[in-house]
């Protein structure tokens, strides 16, 4: 296992198109997770699976956004009718779900997608 | 939204010096995080405090927590050229006894040694 992989590394899309990134965790992690960076910021939740059950959304996502994880292996980011301000680094990240439901251990993040949006 | 606060915001310093970054966080947590980010790049996740702990090292890393202040701190001993970097403090915040189950980010330190 080479760690979590993000698809693809760099989207330039033109405002008002779809996008959609792959992201394929490392496999005996159950948890998987979706970022949003901006520059100068730290990541920015966005929502997050356990196995397949999508446990969280942030408020801050609007309804052009949609995540799904299959079968609970790899997950989808789409986003539709994409705006200037959707351009970010969007990153997944992985991890075991510690008792009592904790984060137990670190995240191993993908190396991201960077998004253009012109 | 941001959780942690790291101060400073950026920090230079000399090879083989010591660089410590600072994070204050709000709410109760049942654990805190830090990760290294080199440009462009995924975190890499460096060392995890947890909250009944106030002090762990790893190689030249040592972190220490004060649930009391709500802060924590990051120490590099002698760094290198390659520690330049972004760092951010992450919390496992907790309300009633539960875990949120996420982690939240502060806004980071930009750490540049120089040779």
């Known amino acids: 296992d080479t760690g979590v992989s993000q698809n693809p590394r760099h989207k330039i899309t033109k405002r008002g198109q779809n996008v959609t990134f792959r992201c394929d965790p490392i496999s005996e992690h159950n948890r998987l997770y979706w970022y949003r960076q901006t520059l100068g910021q730290g990541p920015e939740f966005l929502t997050y699976f356990q196995n397949e059950a999508q446990l969280e959304k942030s408020r801050l996502l609007s309804d052009r956004f949609s995540a799904e994880r299959p079968k609970g292996s790899f997950s989808t980011l789409e986003i539709q009718r994409t705006e200037q301000g959707d351009s970010a680094m969007y990153l997944c990240?992985?991890?075991?779900?510690?008792?009592?439901?904790?984060?137990?251990?670190?995240?191993?993040f993908g190396s991201g997608t960077r998004l253009t949006v012109v | 939204s941001q959780q942690g606060e790291e101060d400073p915001q950026a920090l230079s310093i000399q090879e083989g010096e010591n660089a410590t970054m600072n994070c204050s966080y709000k709410?109760?947590?049942?654990?805190l995080q830090w990760y290294r980010q080199n440009s462009g790049r995924g975190l890499v996740h460096l060392i995890l405090i947890r909250s009944n702990e106030r002090e762990k090292h790893s190689g030249r890393l040592r972190v220490t927590l004060d649930t009391s202040k709500k802060s924590s701190s990051l120490l590099i001993t002698a760094s290198r050229a390659a520690d330049t970097a972004s760092y951010f403090c992450a919390t496992d915040e907790r309300a009633g006894g539960t875990s949120y189950g996420k982690l939240t980010f502060g806004q980071g330190t930009i750490l540049t040694v120089h040779p």
């Open positions: 709410t109760s947590i049942n654990n």
């Open positions: 990240a992985s991890s075991t779900i510690g008792v009592g439901d904790k984060v137990s251990d670190g995240y191993t």
